[in-house]
């Protein structure tokens, strides 16, 4: 039996193309016996509250019946969507897999474990089925699992977050093997642990396991593909790219040995988080309907970043980088924009502030009367800044990209309204010393596109003069590891003195993250790369006291 | 046996503010029996994320064991906070009840049914039990549940959203009294329910229920209070203030015929929804640790009511009201906002921007090469004066307030980083026709506050001559019913078109809401007064294609 692992990049609500996306994959897929969705993939994964709009889940049924009408003629197929929950209580939907054949939608299978946790908030919109869901083709048993199911093993958990087992359960009940429709955000690293969880399970029960992920970028979550094939001795037999669509198809039969099914992962740190970004900055520009962006090149080592990301994703006709220099600016500043611009190949534009913060001070001299400058006059800056940005944002269509990285966000470092600017917050889920390791990396790829003398000098807002970042925070090397340990693996004030980290700096460190709290309320959605990302998984109280 | 209901304002996360708190009104209610808090009262309802922080959690209950050696010399009490779950699976904690006797945390009690809709994220931390939960004191049996627990009768519901229902299942126990520490969050008309329903249970099951509510706001939800005593024949037999603190005591043994003991519930919607706006701004301000605001004045509706809001909330001395008129600002707009501010007693101070605005025409004359003026020129205006707001916020530590009203936010007609700006959207949640109807009732309780001119003149930006909202919206009258059946009551376009409304005004804001998306995501946190307001209850895609 040859099983079609179709890894797509759906457009959430976007039932028309996402079927189109779907029919065009099976029909590649024709020969396979049966064909394998990601899931959720009819509406794309996540529809958030699009859900609870019941013309939408209604329309998805009118969508996947006309899509089962016009693959009549192909094998059947196992397609992702909600599914109204009929019972006279629990939560209103069911996330399904429905299989289509003959021109039919014939069944459904449903999603037992349901995450709400970090950026899931399953519990808000499904019911879980105690349902082991088999499905019999031909004379073979197959166990449907939808994503989260495959990941309660005991053997993978010091703390299980649910107490069942649905992958046993399928195995208990006759699967021979396992087909799990996911959509598993990418984190760094995290596909190691997917494929040592899947090759253990494989083995553990004896089944083959076929694991279907989405790719492509949704708003902050970046989905990454790999979708893989292990056969019953936990060995890989088959892996789809990362981070573009792919079509596997895989014989049950005939598992092992086939090294040319196995796309390479051979990805470096730094080479995944950047096709993550690259990813998740064209996806979200393309599917907010737009083709170009626009962002402030400051000369510093963030901008330069995420410039390079844009041209990457989009193409440097596409990408105007805007200088706007204040008096503070330093004429090295100004040179390697110009550089940066130069090696991307990317239009720029250079609008001085100068004229615009003096009609500020002119107009805030008598409420202001005297007193001595501080980070309002800084923010002010940052503001007209984001106000010209915008302009030529709302002027000519494109789409403002911030620029911040997430030590700054996490402590505060950065103007509300000012840089924080933008439709989509490129690096914000990436420290300051990933960023410099980043464009370390890009510039070894081939020939120098973040001018060397960026990467060198210390870093800098240039709101004031001689201002440097370090002058207001500790080293981004030790800062990174606070906010590490703090943000993605929850260590208290107490581990992180007990880690040798001085108290006083500790506790000035925690004491910003909590003041910022009301900035990143605001902020623009930002790509997550990290285990913990501020964004949908990051969800604090603004006026709160700290204990 | 005489229970005490413990009405609190806790702050979240003021773990030592909070024990204080309860520590003061046990003292009060020394004479009861047993005293009761709200949920997760030590902690202050919703501590959200905080609660991922283990050592919170450990601090909370270091705090505990110490309030309960405070009161040993009291009678026992019920404090709510979370409990780390010891179980080897299921979700970290449990929404628990912890009773406090004689020095010593002696049990706790936990929360059966878990909300995970519109704001509530409880699957993300809590762990069901599937316990009754009993409490013998001296020869009473008292059935403890918490909050949600009693909120799924069958004869509530057309559709429950749980299988079980905890109070059936605490009587059938042998509860001869329902206690039921809550945290139910304002929204209008919400009052009348939650009584209709605590009265038909106990009728039902014959029991007395005691049904303790925080007070206060705490980000964008508003605690309204009016904890409510109801006898076994579903009489109301006490009832604690709304909108603030307060302390009620009931003998069980005396439940009727008590009139003195039931607060005045007779607030009119206006008056209601106008106490819930108060007291979210008083408690966002002074949990934030700031004590004055400041807010653009247009002379326009809006920003006219927040004003009176923000001075019945801080006083006059607390709220500073900015004008800032360009020449696209009518004299009478000026006059408007002035006599406000005089009939509010508050101070204000005029910053034009005319000049400022030149500075940015200047600057862009080049890029914009004499293309015509359109939407862009008016969102800059709209961000000068975001920026001098934000810049008088940063120099004297002043909260700015939003003043955008919930029709405009749905449409999006406002300008992100201009008059979106500020800490708290003080009505975002409250429909243009609704704040005609405040101001109309806040005049009529006395002398005039908000100038008769600014209920009359047609609404307008003044972003550019002769502008008027209605030039690109329907009439707020039917605007705000396609949007509150939309928003609030989920209905779909078939079922808009069904209703008489034009299809291609259906369209065209429904076309809207969904644009307006971006914008929403980067709002600043607003007070909830509807059954759905845009915010933590509100999470739609934004890089997403309408179906």
Redesign the interface.
């Known amino acids: 039996m040859k099983i079609a692992l179709l890894q797509l990049n759906p457009?959430?609500?976007?039932?028309?193309?996402n079927s189109a996306l779907i029919a065009s994959a099976a029909r590649r897929a024709a020969g396979a016996d049966l064909a394998v969705t990601s899931e959720l993939a009819l509406m794309?994964y996540?529809?958030?509250?699009?859900l609870?709009?019941?013309?939408?889940v209604?329309?998805?049924w009118l969508v996947l019946r006309d899509l089962a009408h016009d693959l009549a003629d192909l094998s059947p197929i196992l397609v992702g969507l909600a599914e109204p929950n009929p019972g006279?209580?629990?939560?209103?939907l069911f996330n399904s897999a429905a299989l289509l054949r003959e021109g039919k939608v014939e069944r459904t299978f449903k999603k037992t474990l349901l995450p709400?946790?970090d950026v899931f908030?399953e519990?808000?919109y499904f019911e879980p089925t105690a349902e082991s869901e088999l499905l019999e083709l031909g004379t073979t048993v197959l166990g449907i699992s939808i994503c989260e199911d495959i990941w309660n093993d005991r053997d993978q958990w010091l703390?299980?977050?649910?107490?069942t087992n649905p992958v046993q359960e399928l195995v208990e009940a006759g699967a021979k093997a396992i087909i799990n429709l996911s959509a598993s955000p990418f984190t760094a690293g995290k596909q190691k642990h997917r494929e040592a969880m899947l090759s253990h399970l494989a083995k553990k029960y004896r089944v083959p396991f076929f694991y279907v992920n989405q790719v492509g970028?949704?708003?902050d979550l970046v989905f990454d593909g790999r979708s893989s094939v292990f056969d019953g001795n936990g060995r890989l037999a088959a892996r789809a790219r990362g981070f573009e669509e792919d079509l596997i198809v895989a014989d049950m039969a005939n598992l092992v040995d086939r090294a040319a099914a196995i796309a390479k992962d051979d990805f470096t740190p730094e080479s995944e988080i950047w096709r993550a970004l690259v990813l998740g900055t064209r996806?979200?520009v393309h599917?907010?309907g737009f083709s170009e962006v626009l962002l402030g090149l400051s000369g510093g080592i963030d901008s330069s970043l995420v410039a390079a990301v844009a041209v990457s994703a989009l193409g440097p006709q596409n990408v105007l980088g805007v200088l706007m220099p204040s008096p503070y600016t330093s004429p090295q500043s100004v040179q390697d924009a110009m550089a940066l611009a130069h090696n991307l190949g990317i239009k720029t534009?250079t609008?001085?502030?100068t004229?615009?913060m003096?009609?500020?001070d002119?107009?805030?001299a008598k409420?202001?009367r005297g007193?001595p400058k501080?980070?309002?006059e800084e923010?002010?800056q940052a503001?007209?800044r984001?106000?010209?940005l915008?302009?030529?944002s709302?002027?000519f269509g494109l789409v403002l990209l911030t620029t911040g990285n997430k030590s700054e966000l996490a402590v505060g470092y950065c103007t509300?309204?000012g840089d924080m600017?933008g439709?989509l917050a490129v690096i914000s889920d990436v420290p300051k010393t990933a960023v410099y390791r980043l464009a370390k990396w890009l510039n070894a790829r081939g020939s120098e596109i973040i001018p060397d003398a960026v990467l060198h000098k210390a870093p800098t807002a240039e709101l004031r003069f001689h201002q440097t970042d370090q002058d207001s925070l500790p080293p981004y090397e030790v800062l990174d590891d606070i906010l590490e340990r703090y943000i993605e693996r929850?260590q208290?004030?107490?581990e992180l003195f007990a880690q040798g980290f001085e108290k006083t700096m500790v506790e000035r460190v925690l004491c910003l993250v909590k003041s910022a709290e009301?900035k990143r309320?605001?902020?623009?959605?930002g790509l997550k790369v990290t285990d913990r990302a501020f964004g949908?998984g990051?969800?604090?109280?603004?006026?709160?006291?700290?204990?």
């Open positions: 457009t959430v609500g976007d039932l028309p193309g794309g996540p529809p958030r509250d699009l609870l709009n019941a013309d939408f209604e329309r998805s006279e209580a629990g939560r209103p709400t946790y908030d519990d808000r703390h299980r977050r649910y107490h970028g949704n708003d996806d979200y599917k907010c534009l609008l001085n502030i004229d615009i003096n009609s500020f002119r107009e805030l409420p202001f007193l501080d980070v309002t923010n002010i503001r007209i984001g106000n010209l915008m302009a030529l709302n002027k509300i309204y600017s439709g929850h208290s004030k107490e009301f309320r605001q902020a623009a959605p949908s990051w969800r604090m109280p603004v006026a709160s006291r700290a204990w």
